[in-house]
Nanobody, 116 residues
Framework: QLQLVESGGGLVQPGGSLRLSCAAS????????MGWYRQAPGKQRELVAT???????NYADSVKGRFTISRDNARKTVYLQMNSLKPEDTAVYYC??????????WGQGTQVTVSS
């Protein structure tokens, strides 16, 4: 059974940085897309960034230039480096894995709060 475990969330001041990690356990297809989504209170879950198994990336306009997604295929881990954080980045961040089928897997979520 494939599982995703996130870490790295927390409280940070505006302008600060955080790095999220998401490790997959279990069998993982070599062709896949890993990504990060977020959901703020009262809002729908939205895409933050994705990265394919070959390294192609995609970002939401709201995070371009501030966030960087990367992955380590050997460790089955995806990262999200978040810089210049803003209060509007406050949300629960979810790791996602899309594999052929297609089938989606989700992590349990990690809270990111940007506040002074």
């Amino acid at each position: 059974q494939l599982q995703l475990v996130e870490s790295g969330g927390g409280l940070v001041q505006p302008g600060g940085s955080l790095r999220l990690s998401c490790a997959a356990s279990g069998y993982m297809f070599s062709i896949n897309v890993m990504g990060w989504y977020r959901q703020a209170p009262g809002k729908q879950r939205e895409l933050v960034a994705t990265i394919t198994s070959t390294g192609n990336t995609n970002y939401a306009d709201s995070v371009k230039g501030r966030f960087t997604i990367s992955r380590d295929n050997a460790r089955k881990t995806v990262y999200l480096q978040m810089n210049s954080l803003k209060p509007e980045d406050t949300a629960v961040y979810y790791c996602n894995l899309l594999v052929p089928g297609p089938r989606n897997y989700w992590g349990q979520g990690t809270q990111v709060t940007v506040s002074s």
